[in-house]
């Protein structure tokens, strides 16, 4: 449980790095640099799907990444009933990254390498919190 729980502390610092990045980069440049898909972070980030509720999806990332951090220290700390509603978070999570990257695949036919790897760190989590 304990190593669980560390990868888990991991995968949150490195998604919220990931945000991070992104909004900076956002904010200062007005672009994505140094995408390793070229075009395409720039294309996914500036689509009418980059925002939701008139929130840019990155700034959610990463206020979702501070509370796993967040669960982290509680879990490790308290192991209480909260992680059913860590599960509930996560599902969510996953189910709106599942729904992102199918419209960098089908609707803007382009991929951004940051979006895709949060994605993919979405999916980790989850499949660490669900095992607790």
Excluded: W
């Excluded at 509603?85 to 199918?102: D, E, V, W």
């Amino acid at each position: 449980m304990e190593l669980k729980l560390i990868l888990l502390l991991i995968l949150a610092i490195t998604g919220l790095a990931i945000a991070s990045y992104l909004i900076y980069s956002r904010n200062k440049y007005h672009s994505i640099r140094g995408c390793p898909s070229g075009k395409g972070c720039n294309a996914v980030l500036n689509s009418k799907y980059s925002h939701i509720f008139g929130i840019k999806n990155d700034i959610l990332g990463a206020l979702y990444y501070l509370i796993i951090i967040l669960e982290y220290f509680l879990l490790t700390a308290l192991m209480t009933n909260l992680v059913i509603y860590f599960k509930i978070l996560t599902s969510f999570a996953l189910l709106f990254s599942i729904y992102l990257f199918y419209i960098q695949a089908r609707v803007l036919r382009q991929y951004c390498f940051y979006c895709v790897t949060s994605a993919v760190i979405n999916l980790l989590i989850f499949l660490i919190i669900i095992t607790l």
